[in-house]
């Protein structure tokens, strides 16, 4: 039942094409695809009772039971919140999608397979608690959201944009593996919760530090932590329903999930403290200052969910204290840092998915998104200037939005970090509320900017390619809905806090008991630190918005060579022209070349790990004796290698080799092995045939090249290879290292119900390769297909023009 | 290909029927003796081939219309898709069953799915080898 509920949106992705082919006409293909993650949705809420109580769900789907590799899905307070923002999210951007994307123009089918492969990539990582598929499911998302991001494919910043993103986010998925994998060598099981059982094992291990680096390495590159950050913005090419669902609920915060996931492993380490909290508050600075100066509304919403994410990243970094201070007043502080990170999270999926909207809708009505072309839509656009006032006051830190709470919170933390005295934070620890404070002002600059510079001011109608009005009411009903949500989280927020995030906080900190310490969330906390910060981001906030005009225009002429986007762009063509001069050094286009490398590998392989590891051996004792058909067939298979040769006339050679190979099937033959012989006589048969078509292209068999080196390397080369494989085939006879699997297989009867074991074991016992063997046999033959038919294809157009 | 293969022609008409009987045993027989999808496969596709080298291709097209490329993608499919059924039913990725029926006309018969499976590589091979050796020969 729960996997047919994770899986939906992989299956259903396959019924796609069919919806939108037989009724797109009359329906919007979106309104099919919406019962998907509504009924995830409705399915998962049915777990809020349970996981509030305490309890956690197990789910196991055998995958290779023999190895112990299965999949299997928990469902505790973690993978429940993360699985409600994906469905629930999911469902309002789908319905915004249905009145975003035009189904006359549109390719919606690849649109909503896409999506759903998204959707279902996302499900999988929360869900998983098998590491391997977790990183399955993890780089699944990574290229789902390749495809979605250049969705305009046609567009060059498209592609490049969805290049970006793959690029720097594999990078980062590469170097996670490498952490599990540590991480299972470490535990020695792939189970996520096995390992929280064997915590001293890992904490003490060698590889505990390099695990950690390459985790967060992936974590850092997927939410776009600095300086990996620069895809997001890159991203922003695709269409705006995408933006508002990876942007704000789903992919970037798949970073963040893994680094809550983690946290009970590595949390409680200095590094792991400085580097989350750390990188966290660096890029919520860093991306609140570029947010600033950016003129695009996509744009400034991209770095400052790249800021909001080093937010919600510090806050983690200063909740994994609790781990290092273990239940107590001190880890008690703590801990309510890491209640602020998923509270933060909740919130930021709200605002920022209502904000992406706005801009969806403005840019939809108005064909612009620069805000030197905008103002004034207050007047015609007045519902979604109020979506946007209340999703860009929330995202300011503004009462009485959900934003404020969070902020205050997220302030609390900041400032205990600096009295924590450990981890060298006694000088350091200042740091960090006078960054969070400095940002925090420039995020409620460009939050006024956004708001106010877009709906405020002078209503410019002639610089707009549209005749503006309001949205229609399907556009607005998602943001419309996120918004109000922005609202009721501010009045009624310990519902959230009981139902949801607190069972959450118990999967990232399980050691804490949450009934220790008070887990309120009030809008009114009394006259301290955390208020009059807010107050001074306020005041001198509201100064710098004042005098915008002058000091952005300074921070807008930051020289292009120095950003971190040029740095990117240089070391990719940098690689480029590096791959290209290396590849054209051997990729000579000369087949021989490539026999050369292919064989020299083998033989200097093969014969050095024979002569390494005393591998040759020979022992003859067991051996068949010789019949004159043996002798017989082996004087044949000489003389016709021998024509191969020598042969003048290619057909010859030709015929010679395909002798060769029917002999070698009579050898089968003789040893009794019928499937084999039939198999090599056809295979013979059939590759025979294809080159004697190949024939007509192949140039005449000449003796011009006479040139002794060449002939030389040739013979050493063919000697060699002939010489490593009769070794080979000698020395594997003559080891018997391990028990022969034979005998395994002579119950082929009993459990496959074959009498042919050759065959039981192709779609049986192997089954799994022979399917993989087809599909690389499959993709081979269309890349033939390929190939010829668009040099074909070429041709005749040289011969029209 | 030279029109005036008199012989080869009439060997073909011929021979073109055995093989590809044979190769539907082959196919069939493969689970207890000789032969499998694999083999049953190619050998049909060697006998589309000989079609092929003896009536030209136009003639194959005209009679066989059967888009390669399309039937080697099915039976990718059908193959994966039986492994699917085993994970709906509980059963890991590609489990496969068999059970002895008692058949209308074949009376006690051996029905595995397997087979199944089989007919997928069959037909991913089929589609495959006739597809290169067309692309290849109409290259000209």
């Known amino acids: 039942m729960f996997y047919t509920y994770i899986f939906l949106p992989l299956i259903s992705a396959i019924l796609v094409p069919f919806l939108y082919k037989y009724f797109n006409r009359k329906v919007h293909t979106g309104w099919f695809v919406l019962l998907v993650p509504v009924s995830i949705f409705v399915y998962l809420l049915q777990y809020i009772p349970g996981v509030a109580a305490g309890d956690t769900y197990k789910y196991t789907l055998s995958w290779i039971p023999s190895l112990e590799l299965n999949m299997i899905s928990y469902v505790d307070g973690l993978s429940l919140l993360f699985g409600l923002l994906i469905s629930g999210v999911g469902s309002l951007v789908i319905i915004y999608s249905i009145f975003y994307m035009s189904k006359v123009r549109e390719a919606l089918h690849n649109f909503y397979i896409y999506l759903l492969m998204f959707m279902g990539a996302m499900l999988g990582v929360v869900f998983s608690d098998n590491l391997l598929v977790l990183y399955g499911f993890w780089e699944l998302t990574s290229v789902s959201s390749f495809l979605l991001i250049s969705y305009w494919y046609e567009r060059k910043s498209s592609r490049q944009g969805a290049q970006k993103a793959l690029l720097i986010t594999v990078l980062g998925g590469f170097g996670m593996l490498a952490g599990f994998i540590m991480l299972i060598m470490m535990a020695d099981t792939y189970s996520i919760r096995e390992m929280l059982a064997n915590l001293e094992v890992i904490q003490s291990h060698v590889l505990f530090i390099p695990a950690m680096l390459c985790v967060l390495l992936g974590a850092f590159t997927k939410s776009a932590q600095f300086p990996f950050g620069i895809w997001l913005p890159d991203a922003m090419e695709a269409p705006t329903p995408v933006s508002s669902y990876l942007h704000s609920a789903t992919m970037v915060k798949a970073g963040i999930y893994l680094v809550a996931r983690m946290t009970p492993i590595f949390g409680g ?355 068949a004796g010789i019949s004159i058909f043996d002798v017989g067939l082996v004087l044949g298979m000489i003389i016709s290698a021998g024509t191969v040769l020598f042969a003048s006339n290619r057909i010859v050679a030709i015929v010679a080799l395909g002798a060769l190979g029917y002999m070698v099937s009579m050898f089968f033959v003789i040893f009794r092995a019928p499937d084999l012989a039939l198999t090599q006589m056809v295979v013979e048969t059939v590759t025979t045939v294809l080159f004697l078509l190949c024939f007509y292209h192949l140039p005449k068999l000449t003796k011009s090249i006479q040139r002794i080196p060449f002939k030389l390397t040739n013979l050493v080369i063919s000697i060699a290879m002939g010489l490593t494989v009769t070794l080979l085939a000698l020395s594997a006879n003559g080891h018997k290292l391990f028990k022969p699997i034979s005998s395994f297989f002579e119950n082929a009867f009993e459990l496959a119900g074959a009498k042919n074991i050759v065959n039981a074991i192709l779609v049986d016992f192997r089954g799994f390769d022979t399917m993989l063997e087809i599909s690389v046999l499959v993709i081979a033959g269309l890349g033939v297909y390929i190939f010829i038919h668009q040099r074909s294809k070429r041709r005749e157009q040289n011969e029209i023009e | 290909m030279k029109s005036n293969d008199v012989i080869l022609k009439s060997v073909t008409r011929v021979a073109a029927v055995i093989i590809l009987t044979f190769s539907i045993y082959l196919f069939m027989n493969g689970h207890h003796h000789p032969g499998g999808g694999f083999i049953g496969g190619l050998s049909m596709a060697s006998s589309i081939v000989l079609l092929y080298l003896s009536f030209g291709i136009d003639k194959i097209r005209e009679n066989i219309r059967v888009d390669f490329k399309k039937l080697s993608a099915i039976g990718v499919l059908i193959a994966i898709g039986t492994g699917m059924v085993s994970v709906v039913f509980g059963k890991p990725f590609l489990t496969q069953v068999f059970g002895h029926y008692n058949l209308p006309i074949f009376g006690d018969t051996e029905l595995a799915s397997a087979l199944i499976f089989d007919t997928g590589v069959a037909l991913a091979v089929i589609g495959t080898a006739v597809n290169i050796i067309l692309s290849i020969s109409e290259d000209r």
């Not at chain 1, 744009?299 to 080093?310: D, F, P, R, V």
């Not at chain 1, 605002?351 to 015609?380: A, N, P, W």
């Not at chain 1, 302030?411 to 509320?433: H, Q, R």
Request: hydrophobic share 50%; aromatic share 14%.
């Open chain 1, 269 to 623: 380490s200095s590094v792991w403290f400085w580097l989350v909290a750390g990188i966290g508050i660096i890029t919520l600075l860093y991306g609140s200052l570029t947010a600033v100066r950016q003129t695009d509304l996509k744009a400034m919403l991209a770095y400052s969910t790249i800021s909001q994410l080093g937010l919600i990243m510090c806050l983690l970094g200063v909740g994994s204290l609790a781990v290092y201070f273990g239940p107590g007043e001190s880890g008690t502080i703590f801990t309510v840092a890491t209640f602020a990170a998923l509270f933060h999270l909740f919130n930021h999926s709200t605002f920022k998915g209502s904000l992406f909207m706005v801009v969806g809708i403005i840019d939809h009505e108005t064909g612009r998104r620069d805000i030197r072309y905008l103002g004034g839509l207050m007047q015609v656009m007045p519902i979604t200037f109020t979506i946007a006032l209340i999703g860009g006051l929330s995202m300011a830190g503004l009462p009485p939005f959900n934003g404020f709470l969070s902020k205050e919170m997220f302030f609390a933390a900041v400032n205990e970090v600096s009295k924590a005295g450990i981890f060298g934070l006694g000088s350091m620890g200042i740091l960090f509320p006078i960054i969070a404070w400095v940002a925090s002002i420039f995020t409620f600059v460009y939050c006024m900017i956004f708001v106010f510079k877009t709906f405020g001011g002078q209503y410019r109608p002639e610089k707009l390619t549209r005749k503006v009005h309001e949205a229609p009411w399907g556009m607005l009903f998602s943001p419309a809905i996120l918004a109000l949500l922005v609202i009721l989280i501010f009045f009624f927020p310990n519902v959230l806090g009981k139902y949801i995030l607190t069972p959450a906080l118990t999967s990232i900190l399980p050691n804490m008991p949450t009934t220790l310490y008070d887990l309120k969330i009030s809008a009114w906390h009394g006259i301290n630190t955390e208020l009059v910060m807010t107050f001074g981001v306020i005041v001198v906030g509201l100064l710098l918005f004042k005098t915008a005009k002058g000091w952005i225009q300074v921070m807008r002429n930051y020289p292009q060579g120095l950003t971190l986007n040029h740095l990117y762009n240089q070391g990719l063509s940098g690689t480029e022209r590096l791959s290209a001069s290396l590849t054209s050094r051997y990729m000579t286009g000369s087949l021989r070349h490539y026999l050369i490398y292919t064989f020299s590998f083998f033989v200097i392989v093969l014969i050095s790990s024979l002569l390494l590891l005393h591998g040759i051996q020979f022992d003859f004792t067991s051996d």
